[in-house]
């Protein structure tokens, strides 16, 4: 039996010669409906929606591992634009359906909402609950093939678009169990359907450290790679990995793991010296990048745990306020995974958990197993306490410091540093930002913007490395407050997106060594005290031309060498053409700048946006970290990767 959905037809634009009746009605059988709207299934058709499809085919495979029917899982991306999936789990029935007279296989491949998934007793647990799964992957292919071994047969049907090409047929003897799904993307239906490597390899790494149990190939055929994922040490080693570029003050990590009514929760952390939280979550193997009841738990037990320690130990003594949470979180990796049965994830994306009785469970385990740990390990029970109390004696500092800024009119937006040279309007949809070094990049800038809707503020040389500082420190730093100023939102716990005064703000520094070192500390400014305004698309960085191409009046400006070259193969060779690099925006007239790099037509500029956050959090370790050998490796490693270096 096809699933149907009805659709109502979209709005003629001749309104008065269009008339909404039952003929208005499209029903769309089967995987139609997936295809007429892909975006509502997998979220969007761009990259992201691209590797959505490799996960809902893995996602399968590790459901398989969580009922104890797989120990195995390889994910080949082909030379031809396919992937596939393959693993050592029970393999896809092929029987047919009684009630439907047609072979299981067809209708998991054909059919929305079907599949064992909405079985309690064949999968407990699983992360693929939202009837988004293979069948989609099916519609959304130009063809897919499905090859099963089951029952000591070897079975194979092949799709395309959704519909099977021919029925299900048998193809010999085969030992064992399992499936393989090899899938080509639709190129009618995606923006982009070259996978890429590094967002594949990253999923699958992070699978096996929540499956320990589970070993993972993943092979590049396009590059001739390939590697194998297997983590026996579960989380725990997850937190090491995270961790292996900072100072820790313990080892090895704390590590909870509890089955508790029909919840398993697990749980690995670790301080280091640092000032910034890290924290990882997951529910049945998805990743909850907005967190959710678990994480709710969990930070609540923390913070009750210490502190009950603190006082019972002495380090909090009488009527003295404990440490807070954020206080509890400082210097903190930690990875929270739960596994539940029917888990309710809010919105398509699974962004967030929100089963209510998770927190009180997650609340449960962690103030019982955090408390024996406490006990029974004085050593880095003691690290642990004395690490909050420090960051509680910097919050008071930063209090105060709070205060002082306040009380001379800054980062509420009271008082705007005079250096700021604002932009007429007042519609921060509207408004950009423009982020300079020095006063000659600033000058140029001032005079060649949009004073309608672009405001440039200068800095005076490298701003404070946020990676090693506290927030009283950072107040302390005027080229921070006036950025905080600026920006509207304030930091930290009372951040507020809604005060943005810019909807763009633009990162424009020089293309030498000192305007990436500039560029970095922004950065990381913005990911550890900002972190919304990347995740919400507001931070930019923009990219001037590195050498203006000229013969006779004709001037191009050239943003790589191979456009250089390019503009001058243009001209017929090198006779009668001036190059000139720009070493910095200063060199450049206000009327140049606008061009090349600050009006809206014609500029480029690269949008920030954080799609791996271990990966990112990972590089601003090691670039603005306290370790040097982490970075001195990164840049040997990397440094054949430089083609322009000013000294």
């Known amino acids: 039996m096809n699933n149907q959905h009805a659709m109502a037809g979209e709005a003629a634009q001749g309104r008065g010669a269009a008339s909404y009746g039952a003929e208005s009605i499209q029903i769309l059988e089967g995987l139609q409906a997936v295809r007429k709207r892909p975006a509502m299934y997998i979220g969007s058709t761009d990259s992201r929606g691209l590797h959505h499809l490799i996960n809902e085919v893995v996602d399968n495979s590790i459901d398989e591992a969580l009922r104890g029917a797989c120990t195995f899982v390889e994910v080949t991306l082909g030379k031809d634009g396919t992937c596939t999936v393959s ?16 072979p299981t296989l067809e209708i998991v491949m054909t059919v929305l909402h ?8 064949t999968y407990k647990i699983s992360g693929g609950l939202h009837g988004v799964g293979v069948h989609v992957v099916n519609a959304l292919s130009e063809y897919l093939e499905a090859r099963v071994k089951r029952n000591g047969k070897k079975y194979f049907q092949r799709f395309e678009r959704g519909n099977p090409v021919a029925p299900i047929r048998e193809e010999g003897d085969g030992e064992g169990t399992g499936t393989s799904i090899k899938f080509k993307p639709d190129g009618q239906i995606f923006e982009t359907t070259t996978f890429e490597k590094a967002i594949v390899e990253h999923r699958l790494r992070e699978l096996a450290f929540l499956n320990p149990e589970v070993t993972i190939v993943f092979r590049d055929e396009r590059e001739g790679y390939e590697n194998t994922f297997h983590y026996s040490g579960g989380i725990a080693e997850y937190v090491q990995e995270l961790n292996q570029n900072k100072n820790a003050l313990f080892s090895p990590p704390i590590s909870i793991m509890v089955n508790r009514q029909t919840v398993e929760v697990e749980i690995a952390m670790q301080y280091d010296d640092g000032y910034n939280e890290v924290l990882f979550s997951y529910a049945n193997n998805i990743p909850t990048i907005d967190g959710g009841t678990h994480v709710a738990g969990f930070r609540a037990a923390l913070t009750r745990s210490i502190n009950d320690y603190a ?8 009527e003295k306020e404990g440490v807070t949470g954020e206080d509890v979180r400082e210097g903190l990796t930690a990875v929270v995974t739960v596994k539940i049965l029917e888990p309710q994830f809010e919105g398509q994306t699974k962004g967030r958990l929100g089963n209510s009785e ?5 609340e449960s385990v962690v103030n019982e197993k955090l408390a024996e740990y406490l006990e029974e390990h004085p050593g880095p029970a003691q690290v642990i306490v004395a690490k909050a109390l420090q960051a509680a004696e910097a919050r008071e500092a930063a209090r105060k410091a709070r205060e002082l800024t306040r009380r001379k009119g800054l980062l509420d937006g009271g008082v705007l540093p005079g250096k700021l040279a604002d932009c007429h309007s007042k519609d921060a949809s509207k408004s950009e930002l423009f982020i300079v070094e020095g006063d000659s990049a600033g000058g140029s800038a001032k005079q060649g913007r949009n004073r309608e809707f672009q405001a440039i503020l200068p800095l005076r040389g490298k701003i404070l490395n946020v990676e090693k500082a506290r927030l009283d420190k950072m107040l302390q730093n005027e080229e921070i407050t006036n950025l905080i100023t600026v920006i509207g939102t304030n930091i930290g716990d009372e ?20 305007g990436s070192h500039i560029r970095t500390l922004l950065l990381t400014f913005f990911y550890r005290k900002m972190h919304d305004l990347i995740e919400q698309g507001h931070v930019y960085i923009a990219l001037p031309p590195l050498y203006k191409v000229s013969k006779g009046k004709e001037v191009h400006y050239a943003y790589s060498d191979d456009e250089k070259d390019q503009i001058v193969k243009d001209f017929g060779g090198m006779r009668g053409v001036s190059i000139s690099r720009y070493k910095g925006l200063g060199e450049m007239n206000p009327s140049q700048l606008w061009e090349t790099t600050m009006r809206p037509d014609t500029r480029t500029m690269l949008k920030v946006n954080i799609e791996d956050a271990e990966k990112a959090n ?9 370790k040097v050998e982490p970075r001195r490796d990164y840049i040997q490693a990397h440094a054949h990767e430089v083609t322009n270096l000013d000294i």
């Not at 079907?114 to 007793?121: L, P, Q, R, S």
């Not at 998770?358 to 997650?362: A, L, P, S």
């Not at 809604?498 to 293309?511: N, P, V």
Request: net charge positive.
């Open 311 to 318: 006082r019972k130990r002495g380090f909090v003594k009488g």
């Open 495 to 514: 951040f507020d997106l809604q005060r943005l005064r810019y909807h763009r703000i633009i990162i424009m520094t020089d293309a030498d060594v000192d």
């Open 358 to 362: 998770v927190k009180g469970i997650v």
């Open 114 to 121: 079907a599949g064992g998934k909405f079985d309690k007793n």
């Open 87 to 102: 693993d050592n789990g029970g393999g896809i029935p092929v029987e047919v359906h009684p009630r439907y007279n047609r």
């Open 618 to 626: 990972q590089m601003f370790n090691i670039l603005m970290g306290e």
